[in-house]
């Protein structure tokens, strides 16, 4: 008798603690806005190429449209792209976009990071401003935020892929241009290839523009008369022409091989793409989205890198080519780079 009546109290207890949890909620209600802070965000986004390269100008397209589909505190109700922008033309486009209502600004690349800096104190409250490949030092509370890369890590798992697959131990890398993300990922595709087999030996080219098939298409072609038989290509508009000779080779019976980035690239050329260095910004934004709300925006604390939206694609028809022994280390290797047991250089 005496344990029955402990559990009717215990039960009652609980009763009284649920309805009282109840009703703090309803007389408070969920955590509101911070002070300033939008309704709505409209995105204009500034590109130093095309939205429509499927490459570094891509990915914010395909960050939008899962976006959309997300519940968050605040609804991007529109969205712009300026293209090939220039960095001395930033500044303006900065201007010009927040003339029109245009209220959360992507930089989509290092290059606009001064003219975003000029900009941003100025702004009126309630306009927010991003730079991708940004360093935590450019952040501004309640204005300007970034997003740092560390392409380094996936493209070494890219070049275990790549380095299994040669067949004449040459890789390579085409590039549009040299900055310090496209040497990260120049530094661990070559780690990465020679990690799976030591006597590989690397080589790259700079085309020198973003948006430049033409130039991609030569580079390709002058890296396969050197015996360069996987090719990985951080080149946006530039890896088109790149895409274009390595499918001319392969259909003229050449065993080559395109690894691609920043998004998946096979819906360039399904069953030529190898596999992908995949870049997806949706979980950052939808956090920065978050921060916007709470009136947390500008911490510098964002990177985008192996296991924190940066992956590697599927290998698709490729798939039963792979060595299992390539499989086996990039599942290792994805794991001890996580983990802080694998340091993958950062230097050629």
Same mark, same amino acid.
């Not at 603690?17 to 969920?30: C, D, E, I, K, Q």
């Not at 019976?253 to 096979?266: A, L, N």
């Not at 510098?300 to 022994?325: C, H, R, V």
């Given at each position: 008798?005496?344990?029955?009546?402990?559990?009717?109290?215990?039960?009652?207890?609980?009763?009284?603690?649920?309805?009282?949890?109840?009703?703090?909620?309803?007389?408070?209600?969920?955590?509101?806005?911070?002070?300033?802070?939008?309704?709505?965000?409209?995105?204009?986004?500034?590109?130093?190429?095309?939205?429509?390269?499927?490459?570094?100008?891509?990915?914010?397209?395909?960050?939008?449209?899962?976006?959309?589909?997300?519940?968050?505190?605040?609804?991007?109700?529109?969205?712009?792209?300026?293209?090939?922008?220039?960095?001395?033309?930033?500044?303006?486009?900065? *201007?010009?976009?927040?003339? =029109?209502?245009?209220?959360?600004?992507?930089?989509?690349?290092?290059?606009? *990071?001064?003219?975003?800096?000029?900009?941003?104190?100025?702004?009126?409250?309630?306009?927010?401003?991003?730079?991708?490949?940004?360093?935590?030092?450019?952040?501004?509370?309640?204005? =300007?935020?970034?997003?740092?890369?560390?392409?380094?890590?996936?493209?070494?798992?890219?070049?275990?892929?790549?380095?299994?697959?040669?067949?004449? %131990?040459?890789?390579?890398?085409?590039?549009?241009?040299?900055?310090?993300?496209?040497?990260?990922?120049?530094?661990?595709?070559?780690?990465?290839?020679?990690?799976?087999?030591?006597?590989?030996?690397?080589?790259?080219?700079?085309?020198?523009?973003?948006?430049?098939?033409?130039?991609?298409?030569?580079?390709?072609?002058?890296?396969?008369?050197?015996?360069?038989?996987?090719?990985?290509?951080?080149?946006?508009?530039?890896?088109?022409?790149?895409?274009?000779? =390595?499918?001319?080779? *392969?259909?003229?019976?050449?065993?080559?091989?395109?690894?691609?980035?920043?998004?998946?690239?096979?819906?360039?050329?399904?069953?030529?793409?190898?596999?992908?260095?995949?870049?997806?910004?949706?979980?950052?934004?939808?956090?920065?989205? %978050?921060?916007?709300?709470?009136?947390?925006?500008? %911490?510098?604390?964002?990177?985008?890198?192996?296991? %924190?939206?940066?992956?590697?694609?599927?290998?698709?028809?490729?798939?039963?080519?792979?060595?299992?022994?390539?499989?086996?280390?990039?599942?290792?290797?994805?794991?001890?780079?996580?983990?802080?047991?694998?340091?993958?250089?950062?230097?050629?």
């Amino acid at each position: 008798m005496k344990g029955k009546n402990i559990a009717i109290v215990v039960a009652i207890i609980v009763i009284v603690v649920v309805v009282a949890a109840a009703a703090l909620m309803m007389t408070t209600g969920p955590a509101g806005p911070a002070a300033g802070v939008p309704s709505e965000l409209k995105v204009g986004v500034i590109l130093p190429g095309t939205v429509t390269d499927y490459g570094w100008d891509y990915a914010p397209l395909v960050a939008l449209n899962k976006l959309e589909t997300m519940d968050l505190p605040i609804r991007i109700t529109s969205h712009k792209f300026v293209e090939l922008v220039e960095p001395g033309d930033a500044e303006g486009a900065a *201007r010009d976009l927040v003339a =029109v209502g245009y209220n959360w600004i992507w930089a989509w690349g290092f290059q606009y *990071r001064e003219a975003i800096l000029a900009v941003a104190p100025g702004a009126p409250q309630g306009v927010y401003f991003l730079i991708n490949e940004g360093k935590a030092a450019d952040a501004i509370a309640g204005k =300007v935020d970034v997003i740092d890369e560390f392409p380094q890590k996936t493209a070494y798992l890219l070049g275990i892929i790549g380095g299994s697959m040669s067949r004449t %131990k040459k890789v390579g890398v085409i590039s549009g241009m040299e900055s310090l993300h496209i040497v990260l990922g120049e530094a661990g595709f070559k780690a990465g290839a020679q990690a799976y087999d030591p006597s590989i030996t690397f080589d790259h080219i700079y085309v020198g523009g973003w948006a430049d098939p033409e130039g991609g298409r030569v580079a390709a072609e002058s890296l396969m008369a050197k015996g360069v038989d996987v090719i990985y290509c951080q080149g946006d508009g530039t890896s088109l022409g790149v895409i274009q000779a =390595v499918r001319a080779a *392969r259909d003229a019976g050449k065993e080559v091989f395109y690894i691609g980035y920043p998004v998946d690239q096979s819906v360039l050329a399904p069953g030529y793409v190898l596999t992908s260095n995949v870049y997806d910004y949706s979980d950052i934004l939808s956090s920065m989205i %978050k921060d916007i709300y709470s009136g947390n925006y500008g %911490k510098g604390k964002y990177s985008i890198e192996l296991g %924190k939206g940066m992956e590697m694609a599927p290998f698709y028809n490729f798939d039963t080519q792979i060595p299992q022994k390539a499989k086996d280390m990039v599942a290792k290797a994805r794991e001890d780079i996580i983990a802080g047991r694998l340091t993958v250089p950062t230097t050629l």
